[in-house]
């Protein structure tokens, strides 16, 4: 997981909302997209400053990390 980041399954982003700050940009991931783009949708409708990333994140077990178009 990369460092600072939260992990909230799709179908609760609207259940936890408070954990989200609406102050700060949020981008969401997953690995096909399909659930970053609900969570996208959601946040986008709440109010959020919200991107969507469609890349390949891959990280090592000491954090370091590469991301890659897909």
Known sequence: MLLGA????AEQIESRLAELPKAREIITHCVTGLRAEMAYDTLK????KVRFLNAVIQIDKDGKYEITKK
């Open 6 to 9: 939260v992990n909230i399954p």
């Open 45 to 48: 409708g709440k109010g959020y």
